[in-house]
């Protein structure tokens, strides 16, 4: 017996050697480092009981704990933990486990690395502490969304890596964001009994839910990181590219904001979803462009903040609270024609979240005109002329949103709280880095001279995007000022 009990310790060590020695390939070099700094790191935590002797062998839950702190759920941790225990070969923990580092780089691969069916399973095992054979509560899925949206807010509070925004979330908040995650996963149950969820499930619902694998992944790496990184500069595109580096973030850069002036209508939760909705290229940094409450309610100075930036998010709140808007794939085109890509997409904040992209019927994404009398003046996305899917008017401070039954063009229903809506708040963000400017000729003469219009950028922004002549173009600043520039200008059109 004692022989052959040998033979089979040594086969499960061997075994889970192997696992380990796979497990490893899956880091880079930088990635391995710092989980070996990690793992001596929790070996070296002082437990306050002597219930394990200090060396890099292993660690006990305890060490565990007292490392990732307050980070997540104790409950979490446990769980965690016993699933770095179970990869041992061993079912039954003894009072006072030891989990080696073989262990700990396996659990932490499947975690961070693993297949659908590895991150599944731990999934799975991180939502109960029940038998996981027959299944696990649908409510446990929820609670573990919950769990790691509210340990990822508190991270990045707690170590300053909110990333230049000033933005927060409520109860509220955090639930529209969970219900979105959970939306097809998670169904009210006729039964007193809670639904049970099968494992194969999980599996399924994580191939369409990457949001939450990256929340799931970047929480783990948060807690088991030794990277520290200062507090964000709102600076260069090199010190962006550092920091994404040696610290990837769920969050863009925001960038050019007043804090001090200015609040927005975006929050942690739906900051992470819109990021993650958009090109890969453009999700490194955001550049405030525009707030009514800022600059003021006109619709040529909002034109005037947004043209010739590249992609733009614009995000609205109606007068009766809900939150909405619209992501625009390309720079602004003036005409009477749909401009933009299938890449453009609208979206819902509140009272519900929901990103509704191209549904491929038409390609009637991105409208602008102005000072039209037989087409809509305004800007307007998805559906067809008169009936949009998100508008703007040019009467500032209009808008609608059609979507009965659903918006053709990203099969979005109706996002304000009633059809026509009226204004409350209105912001803008570019996205990206910023569009190289043209380069002026040295030889120019005029370079350093002012054209009277430069000292009214709203009404050169409409002249521009008409496409007209300043017909003031030879006048500088010596020449006598014209009244009413903006008035005069608008009725030239």
């Known amino acids: 017996m004692g022989a052959s009990g040998s033979s089979a310790d040594k086969g499960v060590q061997g075994g889970l050697k192997a696992e380990y020695d796979a497990s490893l390939t899956l880091f880079n070099a930088g990635e391995q480092n710092e989980l070996q700094e990690s793992f001596e790191a929790i070996c070296s935590t002082k437990a306050e009981e002597k219930t394990h002797e200090a060396s890099y062998k292993g660690f006990t839950f305890t060490q565990l704990e007292k490392f990732i702190r307050d980070k997540i759920p104790t409950e979490l941790s446990r769980r965690l933990f016993n699933q770095m225990w179970l990869h041992q070969g061993a079912f039954k923990q003894p009072e006072e486990a030891v989990v080696s580092k073989e262990a700990f780089i396996i659990t932490l691969g499947k975690a961070m690395k693993g297949t659908v069916e590895e991150q599944g399973h731990i999934i799975v095992a991180l939502s109960t502490d029940a038998d996981t054979t027959k299944g696990i509560p649908r409510n446990g899925i929820r609670k573990l969304v919950d769990d790691l949206l509210t340990s990822y807010e508190k991270i990045i509070a707690d170590e300053d890596q909110k990333r230049g925004w000033r933005v927060g979330a409520t109860e509220e908040q955090n639930e529209r964001f969970i219900n979105y995650i959970v939306k097809e996963i998670v169904e009210e149950s006729s039964s007193e009994e809670p639904s049970i969820l099968m494992e194969a499930e999980v599996h399924s619902w994580l191939q369409h839910t990457a949001m939450f694998q990256l929340l799931f992944t970047h929480v783990f790496y948060l807690c088991f990181s030794q990277t520290k990184t200062e507090p964000l500069p709102e600076t260069s595109d090199a010190d962006v590219d550092f920091v994404l580096t040696t610290q990837p973030s769920l969050l863009p850069v925001a960038q050019d904001i007043p804090w001090t002036k200015a609040s927005s209508l975006l929050d942690v939760p739906s900051l992470l979803l819109l990021n993650r909705h958009l090109p890969h290229q453009l999700r490194l940094q955001w550049r405030f462009l525009y707030s009514s409450l800022i600059h003021g309610a006109s619709f040529a100075t909002f034109l005037s903040h947004i043209k010739d930036k590249g992609p733009i998010i614009l995000v609205v709140k109606d007068s009766n609270g809900n939150v909405f808007g619209s992501f625009v794939s390309e720079s602004l085109e003036l005409g009477p024609a749909f401009t933009g890509s299938p890449q453009s997409f609208l979206f819902q904040l509140s009272p519900a979240l929901g990103i509704f992209e191209s549904s491929g019927q038409n390609d009637n994404y991105v409208y602008l005109n102005i000072d039209q009398q037989t087409l809509p003046n305004g800007l307007g996305m998805g559906g067809q002329l008169y009936h949009f899917g998100f508008y703007l008017s040019q009467d500032f401070g209009k808008g609608h949103s059609k979507g009965t039954p659903r918006c053709t063009t990203f099969d979005s229903?109706?996002?304000?709280?009633?059809?026509?809506?009226?204004?409350?708040?209105?912001?803008?963000?570019?996205?990206?880095?910023?569009?190289?400017?043209?380069?002026?000729?040295?030889?120019?003469?005029?370079?350093?001279?002012?054209?009277?219009?430069?000292?009214?950028?709203?009404?050169?922004?409409?002249?521009?995007?008409?496409?007209?002549?300043?017909?003031?173009?030879?006048?500088?600043?010596?020449?006598?000022?014209?009244?009413?520039?903006?008035?005069?200008?608008l009725c030239s059109l």
Do not use: T
């Open 413 to 489: 229903p109706q996002l304000s709280a009633e059809e026509s809506f009226d204004l409350d708040v209105l912001e803008a963000w570019a996205l990206g880095p910023p569009p190289k400017a043209e380069k002026l000729d040295p030889d120019d003469e005029d370079i350093g001279q002012k054209s009277i219009l430069d000292k009214d950028p709203e009404a050169q922004a409409i002249l521009e995007l008409a496409g007209k002549e300043r017909k003031s173009e030879g006048l500088r600043e010596q020449d006598a000022d014209i009244p009413e520039i903006h008035r005069l200008l």
